[in-house]
């Protein structure tokens, strides 16, 4: 599908007005929706293209600026070292419950946005994984995508590193698809066996893949970018999102409503 010109909206939060992103078809008519988390870059060319790829598919896709508190409306950090520092200090700055709210805010303007069909997923690349599974605990999610979330396992997301998210694990209702690279640094074996372990204790719904791959594999930017590896994992992710975001794959209460008796 051809898109839109990227639309941009600024969405009220309890900290603020959250600068945020919508792109979706061209076509007329009402489309799915998800809210896709960057990385601790904000914005970027590459999650641009993400968002691009993910609407030309046939979604509405919002994505904010997770932030929006603390840099100017537009900002987007430098793939570098001082782009990294800055990024990963306001990511243990921003207070939990900021990233929750914001998370609210972006889920119900999407949901009464009126080109979309209240159905709504969530995905996330890197801190922005970690911040879709906690969105997906938000009631009525669907489907959430995660690639390579950072930080679940240490519990070290946002001001005092010491979430909850681990704890939070049973609230998911959601499908999750859960993907990390092997390679990755900042999610070690040992960091990837406890999410999977809390998942499955919680008896979540979820698939996991672990590939042969750095952290960042699916940035088209950059040394660890790996193009193939990359169109397999969007190739999971929207086959979960047309899946579960149609009328196809949901509980009997929602598709088959109990007729009245006579």
Known sequence: M???????????????????????????????????YSEIFQVTGPIRRTAAMLAGH??????????HEYEPAGTVLAYDQA??????????????????????????FLKSYAPCT????????????HLAFRAAMNSGIRAVACFYATDIHKRSLGAGMNDNTLDRIPELKAEALMIYGRQDPHVPAEGR?????????AGANFTWHEFNGA?????????????ELALQCYRLALDLFRRKLGDGDQPDALTHPTESKH
Do not use: W
């Open 83 to 108: 782009g990294a520092d800055r990024g990963n200090a306001l990511k243990t700055t921003k207070p939990l419950d900021a990233y929750d709210t914001d998370a609210r805010a972006a889920l119900d």
């Open 193 to 201: 066996a406890k999410i999977y372990a809390a998942l499955a204790a």
């Open 58 to 67: 046939g979604f509405v896709v919002l994505v904010p600026e997770i932030y």
């Open 118 to 129: 209240g159905a709504l997923g969530v995905m996330g690349i890197c801190i922005g994984g």
């Open 215 to 227: 952290h960042a594999f699916m940035r088209d930017e950059g040394y660890r970018y790996d193009p």
């Open 2 to 36: 051809t898109l839109q010109d990227a639309e941009t909206i600024d969405l009220a939060t309890p900290t603020g007005p959250m600068r945020s992103y919508i792109f979706r078809p061209q076509a007329p008519g009402r489309y799915p929706g998800i809210v896709l």
